[in-house]
């Protein structure tokens, strides 16, 4: 069974950066990987995906701040968060998907606050 473990969560100022990792325990280069997240209150949203073949997509609200980014050889699927504001504030999931199977994280918190 594979695993996603996030990691890199914190409490920023606005105007910093962080970079979330997700670990996965298993082979992700045939996997989508995207990270989504959750703010307070609000339903789940989609942040940014990176298929197999390196494909990218990315919500309209972080185009240009954020940056999905996957490494295969570690397993490994990062988001580079810059020019951090409050409205980022949620926590964030690690998400993989191979045809009709779909895993989850299990979430990490990004604080933006002054």
């Known amino acids: 069974q594979v695993q996603l473990v996030e990691s890199g969560g914190g409490l920023v100022q606005p105007g910093e950066s962080l970079r979330l990792s997700c670990g996965v325990s298993g082979t992700i280069f045939r996997l989508s990987m995207g990270w989504y997240r959750q703010a307070p209150g609000k339903q789940r949203e989609l942040v940014a995906t990176i298929t197999s073949g390196g494909s990218l997509d990315y919500v309209d609200s972080v185009k240009g701040r954020f940056t999905i980014s996957r490494d295969n050889a570690k397993n490994t699927v990062y988001l580079q968060m810059n020019s951090l504001k409050p409205d980022d504030t949620a926590v964030y999931y690690c998400?993989?998907?191979?045809?009709?199977?779909?895993?989850w994280g299990q979430g990490t918190q990004v604080t933006v606050s002054s």
């Open positions: 998400n993989a998907k191979h045809g009709s199977l779909t895993i």
